[in-house]
């Protein structure tokens, strides 16, 4: 069977969600080879075997944490000289794709983006993805090279599919161009203790109506009682109540939890881009003309100082 | 001491109107009014800042691919500050994708010159945000991208990437590729001054030929990827709507629950 080249996101070895996502995806294809590079590579195999790597190239170098994107580009472009996949799969955050496309244009491969959803065919994997604002799909194919397609978080569950996962040295020779880009310094985010915003199952936002950051604590008590990630629109970002590393929209984070929670968000365009493919939607807005509203499967006509509290008083009672 | 920088822009469909496909399965830009894209603008405003504080000689010249109306968005660049435009325009072009696009891109910036190119993040109709990578591999030039703050100086270019797990200060030595986000700062709107200057200011227009490209290189039949359907997506099924009577969160807790989110 073809092998299918994943790599790997990975904080100091401990696997992000969206790389066994990708796991799921690759074995639908071949038999998922997985690349992890930088501090920890090594320590992802036992996760990566028990999702369905059959294989597991490490390479370790303090290029990775020291430069922007080039060496992972370098270490990718190996793994393929290596292997000769029959696809390469990479998480579709911003640095993926840009490791991604740099690779594809290397190797003389057509690159497709942000796909949601990915099938074997006798051509080769065929994309699903979600353009103009999630207002179409469309299928595509990467028809020169091997095909190299990058992911969006949330496409597929995590399975477990217990496999080989032989951890093996990649052989890595830096480009002149690794070293181009230094990172001078880096400051780790604080963890919220939330899910991240792309990977979580449940998100609820809040938007211009929220109106202050400091009622944002409503949004985030919501948030917690259903174990959710917090969001925010544009409107709430620009107006400084909340960080741009939540906003959900157009040119913040695009989303497509299992439920998706709008309080005090009209539902402008560039919101809707980023929450379209939500599975199950919910509103509450003052304003019952309110775009958001055509989308929900269930909406609540009010104020969300009244209904918030109240809905989350109700969860954490029901959940006892 | 002088700057020359080059920065990318595209016109695209406007995306508050009603976007479709054409039959080809391109990005149908007959039906639906275009403009520059708005994260093009973070781009055009970070290369004026960059030139009004330098005590160089810092010239400003916007670069676009794309069918005749493109100019606007040249033009609209051009009223808010920028010197000069080049517009790549050949019927050969038609339906190029991103790898195909960034050879045209990369072409003519080497024929144009430069010392920094910038970009915005993503368009706004096809948003890959993959081009700035792409032209930077192609240049082989460093790539310093996605960044909220950007700053030169002495041929050295700094700047904040604020990434999903960290926020990073990234630092290269021009010539570089940079792409700048919508938090890098308000763009500016054109005066009417402005407006009327640009009116003045030089459009050099390139065809592939004028590039050395041929045109077996870009395109829609020589894409590395192809579209085989596009569908637009079912309008969701009408959801319940309520009004809040004083119990409105515990009706949406009753539904949370029904559909097992409780």
Redesign the interface.
Known sequence: MAEVLVYVDH?GGVVRKPALELLTLARRIGDPVAVALGEGAADTAGTLAEHGAVKILTHDAAEYAEY???PK?DALQAAVEQVSPAAVLVSS???G??I???L???IG??????AVDLQASDEGP?ATQ????????????????VPVITVKPNSAAVEQAPAAGAVEALNVTFSE?AT??????????ESTGRP?L?EAA?VVSGGRGVGGAENFALIESLADS?GAAVGASRAAVDAGWYP??QQVG??GKTVSP??YIAAGISGA??HR?GM?TSK???A?NKD?EAPI???????????LF??????????KA??G | MSLRIVVTVKYVPD??GD?H?ADD?TVDRDDVDGLLSE?DEYAVEQALRIAENSDDDVEVTVLTVGPEDAKDALRKALSMGADKAIHVEDEDLHGT???GT?LVLAKAIEKAGYDLVISG?AS??G????V???L???L???????L?EVSVEDGVV?GR?????????????LP?VVSV???SGEARYPSFKGIMAAKKKPVTSWDLSDLDIEADEVGLEN???????????PA?TA??????E????????E???S?K??
């Open positions: 904080v922007l994107v080039v580009v955050s911003a640095e794709k840009e991604a496309a740099r594809a244009l290397r491969s057509g690159i497709i983006t942000d065929v979600s353009v103009f604002a999630a207002s179409y799909t469309t299928t595509s194919r990467v028809t020169k090279g161009q181009g880009t230094k990172i001078t310094s880096r400051t780790p985010r991240e792309t449940i259903l741009h590393t157009q040119t299992q439920l365009i560039q881009a379209q199950t939607i919910v509450i019952p509203f055509d989308l929900v499967d269930y909406g609540v006509v009010g104020d009244e209904v918030v509290p109240q809905l989350t008083e109700e969860i029901r959940k | 995306a508050t976007r496909f399965l994260l994708d991103a790898i960034s993040m706004t109709d948003s890959m945000g993959v700035p990578a792409l930077a591999e192609r082989g030039v460093p790539q310093v991208t996605l909220s700094k990437r604020d990434g999903d797990t960290a926020s990073e200060q990234l630092q290269a030595s570089a986000t919508d938090q894409a590395y990827t192809k579209v085989e359907s596009a569908a637009e997506r969701r959801g319940t709507i309520v009004k809040d004083g119990e409105g969160g515990k009706q949406l807790a539904f949370l629950a559909q989110f409780i």
